[in-house]
């Protein structure tokens, strides 16, 4: 697993990054400010992001978290103090994988990482499709997948890196599709619930994507998003 470390605090920013090593992950990147940080996951897209909710400027952390969630839908877990009761109910539309309380110990992360991954994945990689691109078949999975977007006779199946077409009508695709996290918001769209960063009744916002939402399918896809 690939982790980024956010820290301002550069003693414990390298503490950190020699407790996710002894345990076998790579850390392919540690930042101390909200520039450098965004830099640094836009450049190496990592698996995972231990980032501390509280740096120079106080809401700094949770503008990072906005932004990974909008941008990049990769798993992050916030490190926090216990005094910072304030600042983590402003976290939480950010909807983070996990917390660390500080101070820490080794297991702490170690175990916040791998509860926020299987959470994150919700617990569904055997779950997939195959689609086909040009004459290859590619094994797409679920938790990768953002949402589908019909167009005629033919699906748009959008994911986090890239964007497939195969030919299926989106009925049949919902009725396909193993798993409860999908909701279906329009007669043209089926989206991916955990990827939702707002809803009102008229559109979603979903990894920087703006989908348009049914008045029918409202209710069902926001009590869905209050969920994940």
């Given at each position: 697993?690939?982790?980024?470390?956010?820290d301002?605090?550069?003693?414990i920013a390298?503490?950190?990054?020699?407790?996710v090593?002894?345990?076998?992950?790579?850390?392919v990147?540690?930042?101390?400010?909200?520039?450098?940080?965004?830099?640094?996951?836009?450049?190496?897209?990592?698996?995972?992001?231990?980032?501390?909710?509280?740096?120079?400027?106080?809401?700094?952390?949770i503008?990072?978290?906005?932004?990974?969630?909008?941008?990049?839908?990769?798993?992050?877990?916030?490190?926090?103090?216990?005094?910072?009761?304030?600042?983590?109910?402003?976290?939480?539309?950010?909807k983070?994988?996990?917390?660390i309380?500080?101070?820490?110990?080794?297991?702490?992360?170690?175990?916040?990482?791998?509860?926020?991954?299987?959470?994150?994945r919700?617990?569904?990689?055997?779950?997939?499709?195959?689609l086909?691109e040009?004459?290859?078949?590619i094994?797409?999975?679920?938790?990768?997948?953002?949402?589908?977007?019909?167009?005629?006779?033919?699906i748009?199946?959008?994911?986090?890196?890239?964007?497939?077409v195969?030919?299926?009508?989106?009925?049949?695709?919902?009725?396909?599709?193993?798993?409860?996290?999908?909701?279906?918001?329009?007669?043209?769209?089926?989206?991916?619930?955990?990827?939702?960063?707002?809803?009102?009744?008229?559109?979603?916002?979903?990894?920087?994507?703006?989908?348009?939402?049914?008045?029918?399918?409202?209710?069902?896809?926001?009590?869905?998003?209050?969920?994940?």
């Amino acid at each position: 697993m690939r982790i980024v470390i956010a820290d301002d605090e550069v003693l414990i920013a390298e503490h950190l990054k020699d407790i996710v090593s002894s345990f076998g992950f790579k850390v392919v990147g540690i930042g101390h400010n909200k520039a450098k940080i965004l830099q640094i996951i836009d450049k190496t897209r990592p698996d995972m992001i231990l980032l501390d909710i509280r740096m120079e400027n106080k809401f700094d952390g949770i503008e990072i978290g906005e932004e990974i969630a909008h941008k990049y839908a990769i798993p992050f877990i916030y490190i926090t103090a216990h005094s910072d009761k304030e600042i983590i109910e402003k976290a939480l539309p950010t909807k983070p994988s996990g917390y660390i309380i500080k101070p820490f110990k080794p297991m702490d992360i170690y175990t916040a990482i791998h509860i926020a991954t299987d959470k994150f994945r919700n617990h569904k990689a055997d779950n997939f499709l195959y689609l086909k691109e040009g004459s290859k078949k590619i094994k797409v999975y679920y938790y990768n997948i953002l949402f589908f977007k019909s167009d005629n006779n033919y699906i748009e199946v959008h994911t986090k890196t890239k964007n497939y077409v195969t030919r299926c009508s989106l009925e049949k695709m919902s009725q396909n599709l193993i798993d409860e996290d999908f909701v279906r918001v329009h007669r043209s769209y089926l989206v991916n619930a955990n990827y939702i960063t707002a809803i009102d009744p008229h559109f979603l916002n979903l990894n920087f994507h703006k989908i348009p939402i049914s008045r029918s399918y409202y209710t069902q896809a926001k009590n869905l998003f209050d969920k994940t």
